[in-house]
C-alpha cells in the first residue's frame, strides 16, 4: 500500500480553501477553486484539501465541469489574478 505524500503547497492552500469554505462564489474564487481542484485531481494525498474541495463545489451548487466552464469565460473577459501580488502564473 503507497503511503499518502504531503502536498509542499499544502500550508497556503488550506488557507485558500479555507477561505472557500467560507467565501462566495466570486470570479476570484471560482478561479482559485478551479486551479486547486487542478492541483489536487489524482494527488497522493491532502486528502483533507481533496474534500473541502468537493464540498466548496456542492455549497456552490458546481461540478467540476461546470467550474471549468465559467472560469474559462471568466479568463477570457479578465485578468483574475492582475493585481493581487505575484507577477508569475503558479500552475503548479
Same mark, same amino acid.
Given at each position: 500500500?503507497?503511503?499518502?505524500?504531503?502536498?509542499?503547497?499544502?500550508?497556503?492552500?488550506?488557507?485558500?480553501? $479555507?477561505a472557500?469554505?467560507?467565501g462566495?462564489? %466570486?470570479?476570484?474564487?471560482?478561479?482559485?477553486? !478551479?486551479?486547486?481542484c487542478? *492541483?489536487? +485531481?489524482?494527488?497522493?494525498?491532502?486528502?483533507?484539501?481533496q474534500?473541502?474541495?468537493?464540498?466548496?463545489?456542492?455549497?456552490? $451548487?458546481?461540478?467540476?465541469?461546470s467550474?471549468? %466552464?465559467?472560469?474559462?469565460?471568466?479568463h477570457? !473577459?479578465?485578468?483574475?489574478? *492582475?493585481? +493581487?501580488?505575484?507577477?508569475?502564473e503558479?500552475?503548479?
Amino acid at each position: 500500500m503507497l503511503k499518502d505524500q504531503q502536498h509542499p503547497l499544502w500550508r497556503s492552500d488550506r488557507d485558500i480553501v $479555507n477561505a472557500l469554505l467560507d467565501g462566495t462564489p %466570486d470570479d476570484y474564487n471560482l478561479a482559485e477553486l !478551479a486551479r486547486l481542484c487542478i *492541483r489536487y +485531481r489524482g494527488f497522493p494525498g491532502a486528502r483533507d484539501i481533496q474534500t473541502d474541495l468537493k464540498r466548496v463545489l456542492a455549497q456552490w $451548487n458546481l461540478t467540476e465541469a461546470s467550474l471549468f %466552464d465559467r472560469t474559462r469565460q471568466i479568463h477570457q !473577459a479578465a485578468q483574475v489574478y *492582475r493585481g +493581487r501580488g505575484s507577477q508569475r502564473e503558479d500552475w503548479s
